[in-house]
C-alpha cells in the first residue's frame, strides 16, 4: 500500500467515526432542554431545602447558621412526627400491595381478551384520570361517610349486613381506598404491557405439561412480569407516599401522612427548617425505593444474561 492509499484510509476511517459521533452530538444537544429545566425547577430547590433543613430559625423568623442535624432527630425522637412517618410507610405499602393483587386479573383480562374487551377495560381503567383527585376524594367522603347517611352505610343496613353504622371516614382504611382508586391505573397499565411481551407457547407448554392454572401463573406468568410488577408498584408506592389531597380529604387529623404534616408546618407553624428536613426525608425514601426496584430489575437482567 502506497503512502497516499494509507491517507485516504485513514480520512476515509475519519470521516466514518465523525459520522457516527454526530447522531449522537445531536441527540446531546436535544436533551440541553430538559436538563436545564430540571437543573432550574428540580435540583435547585433541592439543594436550597438541604441547606435549609440543616439551618436554624430565630425568633424573627430568619433562616441561618448556626447548622445543625437536630431537625432531622425531631423527627424521629418525637413520637407524633414517628407515627406520621411509619403510618406514610404502612399506607403506601398497604396500598401497593392491593393495587398489586386487583391489578394482575385485571390486566390478563386486557392482554388475554378479545380487542373490544381490551379496549373497554382500558377505557374503565383510564377514566378516571381525567377527573380531577379533588373531585374523586370528595366522591368517596360521601361514600364512606360516618353515620347512617353514608352510601355505604345506607348500603349495608338496608341489607342488614350491619345493625351499626361504620367508622370508615378519617381512618387509614379510608385513605388506602381513596389512594387505590386514584393510584391503580399506574399499576395496570405497566402490568399490561409487560404481561404483553409474554409468548403464550410458553403458558401453553406449561399447561401441556401438566401444570395447574396456578403453578403456571406462579412459575411463568409472574416471573416473566416481575418488570412490569416493579415499575408498578414502585409508581403507587411513590405517588401514595407523596400524596397530599386523598389524605387530607379521607384521612382528617387520624391519619396524617408527611404530605400533611410538611403542609402544617411550612404554612401553619413557619417552621421551613423542619419543614424542608421531613420533604428531604420523603424524597429520599422515594428514590431509595427507585434505587431497589432498578437494582431489582438489574440484577434479573444479568441472572437471565448468565
Given at each position: 500500500?502506497?503512502?497516499?492509499?494509507?491517507?485516504v484510509a485513514l480520512s476515509d476511517s475519519a470521516t466514518r467515526q465523525g459520522s457516527r459521533w454526530r447522531p449522537q452530538l445531536s441527540a446531546g444537544y436535544l436533551a440541553i432542554p430538559m436538563l436545564v429545566f430540571l437543573t432550574y425547577f428540580f435540583?435547585?430547590?433541592?439543594?436550597?431545602?438541604?441547606?435549609?433543613s440543616i439551618q436554624t430559625q430565630n425568633s424573627k423568623g430568619?433562616?441561618?447558621?448556626p447548622f445543625t442535624l437536630a431537625h432531622y432527630a425531631r423527627l424521629i425522637d418525637v413520637d407524633l412526627y414517628a407515627r406520621v412517618f411509619w403510618n406514610t410507610l404502612r399506607i403506601s405499602v398497604i396500598t401497593s400491595l392491593l393495587a398489586t393483587v386487583l391489578a394482575y386479573p385485571v390486566a390478563l383480562v386486557m392482554v388475554k381478551s378479545r380487542p373490544l374487551i381490551t379496549r373497554i377495560i382500558t377505557l374503565i381503567v383510564i377514566a378516571p384520570l381525567i377527573v380531577s383527585v379533588v373531585v374523586r376524594g370528595y366522591g368517596w367522603q360521601l361514600i364512606l361517610q360516618n353515620g347512617p347517611k353514608g352510601m355505604l352505610n345506607w348500603i349495608l343496613m338496608t341489607l342488614h349486613i350491619t345493625d351499626a353504622p361504620l367508622s370508615i371516614l378519617y381512618t387509614e382504611t379510608a385513605v388506602i381506598i381513596g389512594s387505590l382508586h386514584v393510584f391503580f391505573p399506574m399499576m395496570v397499565l405497566p402490568l399490561a404491557s409487560a404481561l404483553g411481551k409474554i409468548d403464550p407457547n410458553l403458558e401453553d407448554a406449561a399447561r401441556m405439561l401438566g401444570a395447574p392454572w396456578w403453578k403456571v401463573f406462579l412459575r411463568v406468568t409472574l416471573p416473566l412480569s416481575m418488570p412490569g410488577f416493579v415499575a408498578g408498584f414502585t409508581l403507587?408506592?411513590?405517588?401514595?407516599?407523596?400524596?397530599?389531597?386523598?389524605?387530607?380529604?379521607?384521612?382528617?387529623a387520624s391519619a396524617i401522612m408527611l404530605g400533611n404534616l410538611i403542609e402544617q408546618q411550612i404554612f401553619v407553624v413557619y417552621d421551613w427548617p423542619f419543614g424542608a428536613a421531613i420533604a428531604l426525608v420523603l424524597v429520599g425514601v422515594v428514590f431509595a425505593v427507585n434505587g431497589f426496584s432498578m437494582w431489582l430489575l438489574e440484577g434479573r437482567r444479568l441472572r437471565r444474561a448468565t
Open positions: 500500500m502506497t503512502t497516499s492509499d494509507a491517507a435540583f435547585y430547590p433541592a439543594i436550597g431545602l438541604l441547606f435549609s430568619i433562616i441561618g447558621p403507587v408506592f411513590s405517588l401514595t407516599a407523596g400524596s397530599f389531597v386523598i389524605p387530607a380529604i379521607l384521612g382528617g
